[in-house]
């Protein structure tokens, strides 16, 4: 009779706490809309970071006139993000490179041309907020992994969000953590900004033979879903350099696991006693 008992007792705390974890989650839909706007974002950022990569390595082997001190990425429109590197002194583009949003093509353009005036206006503004974001407190920079790289998107007329992301020149290297954000307004004002990590936290598999497939890392009870910056370096390192389709985070707050996949675009919740969690 005790060990019935027992069980019984055992299975009712099981259900009590499977129900409060499920009340302490938001609704499935609230959780799928933060994801997806999470994944926009988050791929946003890699379009912007992956074409400043790429331009930089363009420039280097075909620019004739290697003069530019600055660089700048925007959308011309809703097919066409643009990058330029720009002769400050004669404030001329000097090169550009396109990347078609549908199909991903990089066209690099070997170039001396006049700038236009959104592209003065982008450029003005990416200096004064860059000078401004160097001031601020509490920025670290984990440089023997690499340095930091900033990315100023704008996310509509009123808001510039720049972007600072943990780089890294190792290999075998994914160099999550250790990354900002912060909004400004119209007139340069700083109004929000944002740590999305505590700490640097690199997925290392240098010591292993081969690229891995997966990896995880953990959010704390502050952090409780995956970052756009997660998702825009997994895509830049461990999708574009190692081939790796997907990886997961496991949210403290929400004992549960989500994990991206890239060919996909997708995030999916794993509970923590699933069988088919992440390892």
């Known amino acids: 009779m005790?060990?019935?008992?027992?069980?019984?007792?055992?299975?009712?705390?099981?259900?009590?706490?499977?129900?409060?974890?499920?009340?302490?989650?938001?609704?499935?839909?609230?959780?799928?809309?933060?994801?997806?706007?999470?994944?926009?974002?988050?791929?946003?950022?890699?379009?912007?970071?992956?074409?400043?990569?790429?331009m930089s390595d363009a420039y280097k082997q075909l620019c004739s006139s290697k003069t530019a001190s600055l660089a700048v990425v925007g959308n011309l429109n809703d097919t066409?993000?643009?990058?330029?590197?720009?002769?400050?002194?004669?404030?001329?583009?000097?090169?550009?490179?396109?990347?078609?949003?549908?199909?991903?093509?990089?066209?690099?353009?070997?170039?001396?041309?006049?700038?236009?005036?959104?592209?003065?206006?982008?450029?003005?503004?990416?200096?004064?907020?860059?000078?401004?974001?160097?001031?601020?407190?509490?920025?670290?920079?984990?440089?023997?992994?690499g340095n930091l790289n900033a990315d100023v998107v704008e996310i509509s007329p009123k808001l510039t969000r720049v972007y600072l992301l943990q780089g890294t020149n190792k290999s075998k290297l994914i160099p999550f953590?250790?990354?900002?954000?912060?909004?400004?307004?119209?007139?340069?004002?700083?109004?929000?900004?944002?740590?999305?990590?505590?700490?640097?936290?690199?997925?290392?598999?240098?010591?292993k033979e081969g690229n891995i497939h997966k990896c995880t890392h953990s959010h704390l009870d502050d952090n409780p879903y995956v970052t756009p910056t997660d998702v825009a370096t997994f895509l830049l390192y461990g999708h574009d350099l190692y081939g790796m389709k997907t990886f997961s985070v496991y949210s403290k707050a929400l004992s549960c696991y989500f994990t991206y996949n890239a060919e996909t675009s997708t995030i999916v919740l794993v509970d923590d006693n699933d069988d088919m969690k992440p390892e």
Request: net charge negative; proline share 3%.
């Open 80 to 145: 066409l993000m643009s990058g330029i590197m720009i002769d400050v002194d004669q404030m001329k583009c000097v090169f550009e490179c396109r990347i078609n949003l549908n199909t991903g093509d990089i066209e690099p353009f070997d170039l001396v041309r006049g700038l236009t005036p959104k592209e003065i206006e982008r450029a003005e503004r990416q200096v004064d907020l860059l000078d401004k974001v160097s001031e601020l407190d509490g920025i670290v920079n984990i440089k023997e992994a």
């Open 177 to 207: 953590g250790n990354d900002y954000s912060f909004d400004f307004d119209a007139s340069g004002n700083l109004i929000a900004r944002r740590k999305y990590h505590r700490s640097f936290i690199p997925i290392d598999f240098s010591s």
């Open 2 to 54: 005790k060990h019935i008992l027992f069980s019984f007792m055992t299975i009712a705390m099981a259900i009590a706490t499977s129900t409060a974890l499920n009340a302490q989650r938001p609704a499935i839909h609230e959780i799928d809309a933060i994801n997806d706007s999470v994944i926009v974002e988050g791929h946003n950022l890699y379009l912007h970071d992956k074409l400043q990569w790429v």
